[in-house]
């Protein structure tokens, strides 16, 4: 099993606080630094842009992973690729033409990421394994922090695990949304090594450093 990398998305986190919030991280040992980025037209809420994932460059050295959720994402693809964004996510549902999409990413320069909502189906995976890094099943609907955990997408992270074992490479497969101590351990156990978590982490009433300590041990109980 490849070991789990933990994501805490600043989503959670204090706004008016976000580069100490990137310090905490690291000094916890997150490996990513997860940035969701939402439009208010794809999903019912707006967080920030590219200013934001540049500003925080020189206070973290994580690797900036990039969830956007907005309409016509291959519009923003550049911009954050050059704000510093290492794994930058488009939604299969925003986009018409995927796989340029996909590519862009890769020529600006990042690690090409896909998403699917819950109720996408995976065969939008078939034909576009080659230009993919990382794929993330949403376990929530986008748009908000906070939310409970969809069961019905364990035997999705299974299927989606054997399809990507097909691809030609390793690719990461991430979830993102109600990732908890409580829903970790299942996750991994279904085939998920990267885990994007807001709320448990930065939630966690003795603090974030204890949110991901606790992630990682649920984690290494799969
Ligand atoms: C939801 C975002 C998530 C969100 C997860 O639309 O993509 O990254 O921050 O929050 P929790 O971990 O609280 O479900
Ligand atoms: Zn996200």
């Known amino acids: 099993m490849r070991p789990v990398t933990i994501a805490p998305s600043l989503l959670s986190s204090d706004f008016a606080a976000f580069g100490e919030a990137a310090r905490a991280c690291e000094r916890a040992g997150a490996e990513y ?51 510093g964004a290492d794994i930058i996510t488009i939604h299969a549902e925003a986009c018409i033409h995927l796989q340029r999409a996909l ?10 990421g896909l998403s699917l909502n819950p109720a996408t ?11 993919l890094d990382l794929l993330l099943i949403m376990t929530v609907n986008p ?11 364990l035997p999705k992270i299974e299927q989606a695990r054997q399809k990507l074992d097909r691809a030609p490479r390793w690719v990461d497969l991430e979830v993102d949304g109600g990732i908890a101590s409580n829903t970790a351990t299942d996750v991994v156990r279904a085939g998920a090594n990267v885990l994007v978590a807001g709320s448990s982490v930065f939630g966690h009433p003795d603090g974030p450093a204890t949110g991901v300590a606790a992630l990682r041990e649920a984690a290494s109980a799969a």
Do not use: C
């Open 33 to 83: 630094l997860h940035f969701d980025i939402m439009d208010g037209a794809f999903v019912p809420n707006i967080t920030f842009g590219p200013g934001v994932v540049q500003a925080l460059r020189g206070h973290s050295k994580a690797v900036f992973d990039v969830h956007l959720m907005i309409e016509h994402p291959d519009r923003w693809i550049e911009a954050f690729a050059e704000a």
């Open 103 to 112: 590519s862009q990413i890769r020529g600006a320069g990042a690690r090409a």
């Open 121 to 131: 189906p995976l065969d939008v995976l078939d034909y576009i394994l080659d230009d």
């Open 143 to 153: 748009g908000f922090g906070g939310q409970h955990f969809i069961p019905a997408m």
